[in-house]
């Protein structure tokens, strides 16, 4: 496609729900992030792949959170059992190559867990 | 944590002014790179300095980058309402492939 795109736009849960966040990255794009943007805490890395797999899972905030990549395209962030600090908006990107330094970014989920 | 502190954190002008945005930083870097997002949404590139660069300009934009004092400004040449957003400035490191992103200025153009 012609970007990174992210679905669902928005995603309304409730508390201890599990949701599952998709994006799509630019085709041929062989790195993938995700970010976290919520008003406490700004611009969080969560999750880095090479291909399919993730070399960078430091920034994940819990183990609720899980991530993964399949026929180095497609990924979907999991967060399980949602609470209400989870709101946020999560946005991922990709780039050509691991390392290059530009990354385009996605329009976001906007997740609020209630 | 955040590694960039963007000031002013928010800022209003008159379009055709001209917007200058700061960024500070705390650890060495690659490169800083600057995105725009509007209304809270995906992230567009703007411009990226390396750290041996020392300024870089594309079309209205003008990045300087002073690795010494581990700052960059971002300068919006003749302002236009459309430029209306908020303006992150990210940092990586070597080795890194993860930007870590400052908190923003959001910028408000009248016409």
């Known amino acids: 496609g012609a970007g990174v795109s992210q679905s669902p736009s928005n995603k309304v849960t409730e508390k201890g729900k599990d949701v599952e966040l998709r994006c799509d990255p630019i085709?041929?794009?062989?790195?993938l992030y995700w970010y976290r943007q919520s008003l406490g805490q700004g611009l969080e890395f969560l999750i880095y792949?090479?291909?399919?797999?993730?070399?960078?899972k430091s920034g994940l905030p819990s183990d609720r959170f899980s991530a993964e990549r399949t026929g180095g395209s497609v990924s979907t962030l999991t967060i399980q059992r949602t609470q209400q600090e989870d709101s946020a908006v999560y946005l991922c990107?990709?780039?050509?190559?691991?390392?290059?330094?530009?990354?385009?970014f996605g329009p976001g989920t906007r997740l609020l867990v209630l | 944590s955040q590694q960039g502190e963007e000031d002013p954190q928010a800022l209003s002008i008159q379009e055709g002014e001209n917007a200058t945005m700061n960024c500070s930083y705390k650890?060495?870097?690659?490169?800083l790179q600057w995105y725009r997002q509007n209304s809270g949404r995906g992230l567009v590139h703007l411009i990226l300095?390396?750290?041996?660069?020392r300024e870089k300009h594309s079309g209205r934009l003008r990045v300087t980058l002073d690795t010494s004092k581990k700052s960059s400004s971002l300068l919006i040449t003749a302002s236009r309402a459309a430029d209306t957003a908020s303006y992150f400035c990210?940092?990586?490191?070597?080795?890194?492939?993860?930007?870590?992103f400052g908190k923003g200025t959001k910028l408000s153009v009248i016409p």
């Open positions: 990107a990709s780039s050509l190559l691991a390392g290059e330094e530009t990354q385009y």
């Open positions: 085709s041929g794009h062989t790195a």
């Open positions: 792949f090479q291909g399919n797999s993730a070399p960078d």
């Open positions: 650890t060495s870097i690659n490169n």
């Open positions: 300095i390396r750290s041996n660069e």
């Open positions: 990210a940092t990586s490191g070597a080795g890194s492939y993860q930007l870590t």
